[in-house]
């Protein structure tokens, strides 16, 4: 883990610091601190470290001083932190300007810094950092666990989730986030935290956000769905979406039962994977929005794809199947017939034997029951799909 240069300057310790040059290298890498008093520093040092020192063993030695940030570049330091000797000390200007050159950070510290007043608190922050990495793998880990059905028993699952705080007792609207960015894994308990945050700041708190393989999931918990919900997670994610600007998110339907997260996450995966295939359906994508379109995407996965296709049935011809089959109101009959005649109701019912009032009066109820317009060509296509799906599966 680490903390950039720019993050270390921030650090209270380093109130007192001035950046000569290199703001250009500000995002270098800290790993590690080091204190370098000895002539030759750069024999003893190591990539990703912030070097302190008061350059006593050079304080003479042009050659040297030339030969430092050079030396200190090549071996891939992150930047370079100078105590004077005396508020007379000046930093060689030929250092001022080599910094610049090669994007290195030469920080002057204050006459009276203790090294361990810097030293201490950066460790610190690097040591926090990889604390917070390694209880988000964790977390990950257990969400990973459950998504794969390796977790089947609720009390199991219930105390690994008391011990991180999480409410099994919410409901959640799951997202995933998909990016293009190769660097986001390098620092991704910042990522994680940062979403986390623009959640607390939209109203939303104790968000869960966990790394997966493929994004980043998140979990917004909630105790009773309404409009004002759903405004809030979206702001959330419009906001991520505009702070990464090379990335896809899909909404999968709410989860009202944990130990059914991964029916949820399938569906934001698969919401995020259309957004990226199909123009025009924008960086945010709801799955209950995609109609037609998640039934046509090929899944590498034929039970996938199988049940899928069945969910989609299902969504659109599930209560008139169970109506034809326990009332025998043969609705299934009539949309077929309705789609097969161009949507000419006198035919329709013409080719059916029946009166076309009747034919009127069966599609209204279709339309009641099924909370659909027939007259808008989404809807027919959608229903016609379905219907085709129903034949064959």
Same mark, same amino acid.
């Given at each position: ?15 007192? *610091? ?69 508020? %007379? ?9 080599? *910094? *610049? %050159?090669?994007? !290195? ?30 209880? &988000?793998? &964790? ?42 960015? %190769? ?36 979990? $917004? ?20 979406? %505009? ?22 996450? $399938? ?6 994977? /259309? ?11 709801? !799955? ?30 599930? /209560? ?7 009332? @025998?109101?043969?609705? /299934? ?5 309705? !789609? ?14 029946? @009166? ?38």
């Amino acid at each position: 883990m680490y903390i950039t240069v720019e993050e270390a300057l921030a650090l209270p310790a380093m109130a007192g *610091a001035e950046l000569l040059s290199g703001e250009t290298g500000l995002s270098r890498k800290i790993t590690s601190v080091n204190i370098m008093e000895v002539p030759g520093i750069s024999r003893f040092v190591k990539p990703e470290e912030l070097i302190i020192t008061t350059m006593y063993p050079i304080r003479e030695n042009e050659k040297l001083q030339e030969a430092l940030i050079p030396d200190l570049v090549e071996k891939g330091v992150s930047a370079l932190s100078i105590v004077p000797l005396s508020s %007379e000390t000046e930093i060689p200007p030929i250092m001022v300007r080599q *910094a *610049a %050159e090669y994007d !290195f950070p030469l920080i002057r510290l204050p006459l009276d810094t203790s090294f361990n007043e810097i030293l201490n608190p950066i460790l610190n922050q690097i040591l926090e950092r990889k604390q917070i990495e390694t209880e &988000y793998r &964790y977390r990950a880990r257990i969400i990973d666990d459950l998504l794969q059905g390796k977790i089947v028993s609720r009390s199991r699952l219930l105390s690994l989730w008391k011990y991180y705080g999480w409410n099994m007792s919410s409901h959640f609207i799951p997202a995933v986030l998909q990016t293009e960015k %190769e660097d986001y894994h390098e620092s991704s308990s910042g990522m994680l935290q940062y979403l986390s945050n623009v959640s607390e700041k939209n109203g939303i708190s104790d968000t869960i956000a966990a790394d997966l393989d493929d994004g980043i999931l998140l979990l $917004f918990p909630y105790d009773k769905l309404t409009e004002e919900t759903k405004r809030n997670v979206y702001e959330v994610l419009l906001q991520v979406s %505009e702070n990464l600007k090379d990335s896809w998110i899909g909404i999968g339907r709410d989860v009202q039962d944990i130990m059914r997260l991964s029916d949820g996450v $399938f569906q934001a995966r698969q919401a995020a994977r /259309i957004a990226q295939k199909v123009t025009g359906l924008g960086r945010i994508v709801d !799955f209950e929005s995609l109609g037609v379109s998640r039934v046509l995407l090929d899944l590498p996965d034929m039970n996938q794809n199988i049940t899928m296709k069945r969910e989609f049935v299902e969504e659109k011809l599930g /209560i008139l199947l169970e109506s034809d089959n326990r009332k @025998h109101t043969e609705f /299934i009959r009539t949309l077929q017939a309705f !789609f097969e005649q161009n949507s000419n109701l006198r035919q329709a019912a013409t080719s059916l034997f029946i @009166h076309y009032n009747t034919m009127r009066n069966r599609l209204n109820q279709i339309e009641e029951l099924t909370q659909s317009d027939l007259n808008n060509p989404e809807t027919r296509l959608e229903i016609q799909i379905a219907m085709k799906l129903n034949a064959i599966l």
